[in-house]
């Protein structure tokens, strides 16, 4: 996703991060959400890149839900994670 902006970033990552919380059923601040927003963005462009050959750079819709995919993604295997620990 590298079409956006910083500002996009931060936008897409706070929207991402807060729309993959209420998925997961979590409560988590605003900082919180825009890390795992842009964390998500990451591992949702690079999934959405090398599994389905898609760039999601420039269009906000598909920024968003690619993001907020990724966010949900590292949501669930964060919560793997502590559970086991």
């Known amino acids: 996703m590298s079409g956006f902006g910083w500002i996009a970033w931060i936008i897409i990552g706070v ?3 807060w729309l993959a919380e209420k998925i997961m059923k ?3 601040g605003l ?7 842009v964390l998500g963005a990451l591992v949702g ?10 760039d999601a750079a420039g269009n906000w819709i598909v920024g968003v ?5 990724g966010a ?3 949501l ?3 919560g793997l994670i502590k559970k086991r620990a």
């Not at 900082?31 to 927003?37: C, E, P, Q, R, S």
């Open 45 to 54: 462009g690079f999934l959405a890149n090398n599994l389905l050959g898609m």
């Open 31 to 37: 900082l919180t959400n825009l890390v795992v927003g």
């Open 76 to 78: 669930f295997l964060l």
């Open 65 to 69: 839900v690619v993001a907020t995919v």
């Open 26 to 28: 979590r409560n988590h």
């Open 72 to 74: 949900v993604i590292l």
């Open 15 to 17: 929207v991402a991060g």
